[in-house]
């Protein structure tokens, strides 16, 4: 009896393996829009920390022809620069719909489907102030989120949650970045930023025909006093675009004032 019930689970799962392919065909909407711009504190010479509330809205990798992601993220992080080192982490909710195109996607269904969800995402590394208003950031940036909605449902399958223990619809998103910053005044600065996402699903196990597991991110960002404004663009590995656009506004943290020790005459 229990060698039938082990010969029955494999089986399941080997028929799982062949069937999940041709099951389902979309991705998350939110993967290509992954790595936004982390504003950082203009380092003056001593350590620098703020708070970012930030928003964007996002226009996403599509699948098929004829479809349509559109969407917008509202985050809030913490930044923290020093001479040689900076570190960035916060919290993100994001929402959207996706056209998609039922012809090619039967099982999915068509129309303007809604998605949301959230995360969590964090940026590491290094700075390097290679003249006095010059700063390279060297760093890697990761993010993990889940996703749901109508369009997440459709475009999920049931089967895959039993055997991934219900992780199908949390993604990861690894990027190593570049950051050139110009400083060239205390009150605001201009830079470019390089990122290459590589995106990873847990359904990516079963699928064979999704095509965003990298894209080429450029980022142009600047900063007046504490609002910063960016814009961004990437490049997928077949030849579609996306885009970004956001706004952050930074409360630096208060740093703690000496008080003098009061003179004791005896």
Same mark, same amino acid.
């Given at each position: /009896?229990?060698?039938? =019930?082990?010969?029955?689970?494999?089986?399941?799962?080997?028929?799982?393996?062949?069937?999940? $392919?041709?099951?389902?065909? !979309?991705?998350?909407?939110? =993967?290509?829009? &992954?790595?936004?711009? /982390? &504003?950082?504190?203009?380092?003056?010479?001593?350590?620098?920390?703020?708070?970012?509330?930030?928003?964007?809205?996002?226009?996403?990798?599509?699948?098929?022809? %004829? @479809?349509?992601?559109?969407?917008?993220?509202?985050? %809030?992080?913490?930044?923290? /620069? =020093?001479?040689?080192?900076?570190?960035?982490?916060?919290?993100?909710?994001?929402?959207?719909?996706?056209?998609?195109?039922?012809?090619?996607?039967?099982?999915?269904?068509?129309?303007?489907? $809604?998605?949301?969800?959230?995360?969590?995402?964090? @940026?590491?590394?290094?700075? #390097?102030?290679?003249?006095?208003?010059?700063?390279?950031?060297?760093?890697?940036?990761?993010? /993990?989120?889940?996703?749901?909605?109508?369009?997440?449902?459709?475009?999920?399958?049931?089967?895959?949650?039993?055997?991934?223990?219900?992780?199908?619809?949390? !993604?990861?998103?690894? &990027? $190593?970045?570049?950051?050139?910053?110009?400083?060239?005044?205390?009150?605001?600065?201009?830079? #470019?930023?390089?990122?290459?996402?590589?995106?990873?699903?847990?359904?990516?196990?079963?699928?064979?025909?999704?095509?965003?597991?990298?894209? !080429?991110?450029?980022?142009?960002? +600047?900063?007046?006093?504490?609002?910063?404004?960016? %814009?961004?663009?990437?490049?997928?590995?077949?030849?579609?675009?996306?885009?970004?656009?956001?706004?952050?506004? %930074?409360?630096?943290?208060?740093?703690?004032?000496?008080? +003098?020790?009061?003179?004791?005459?005896?």
């Amino acid at each position: /009896m229990k060698t039938q =019930s082990i010969s029955l689970f494999f089986s399941l799962l080997a028929a799982a393996i062949i069937v999940l $392919p041709s099951c389902r065909t !979309h991705g998350p909407a939110f =993967s290509a829009n &992954a790595d936004p711009y /982390m &504003a950082k504190p203009v380092y003056r010479g001593e350590n620098e920390g703020a708070f970012y509330l930030s928003g964007r809205i996002n226009q996403g990798y599509e699948y098929y022809e %004829g @479809e349509h992601n559109a969407g917008a993220e509202l985050s %809030g992080h913490v930044s923290y /620069m =020093s001479q040689y080192f900076y570190a960035a982490g916060g919290l993100f909710g994001y929402w959207g719909k996706y056209d998609v195109n039922g012809a090619v996607s039967p099982v999915t269904g068509g129309g303007k489907q $809604p998605f949301n969800g959230g995360g969590v995402r964090g @940026e590491l590394g290094g700075r #390097l102030p290679l003249e006095s208003n010059f700063d390279v950031l060297l760093g890697i940036n990761g993010e /993990m989120f889940g996703e749901g909605g109508k369009y997440a449902e459709n475009s999920s399958d049931a089967l895959a949650d039993v055997f991934t223990l219900g992780l199908t619809r949390i !993604h990861l998103n690894i &990027a $190593p970045v570049i950051d050139l910053r110009l400083v060239p005044s205390s009150k605001w600065d201009i830079g #470019l930023r390089y990122s290459l996402d590589s995106y990873i699903s847990f359904i990516d196990l079963y699928e064979s025909d999704q095509n965003d597991s990298y894209l !080429h991110r450029l980022t142009l960002h +600047a900063t007046v006093d504490r609002v910063t404004a960016y %814009g961004q663009i990437g490049f997928t590995p077949d030849d579609q675009r996306v885009f970004s656009l956001g706004l952050a506004y %930074g409360i630096p943290f208060k740093k703690k004032e000496k008080v +003098a020790k009061p003179i004791i005459v005896e």
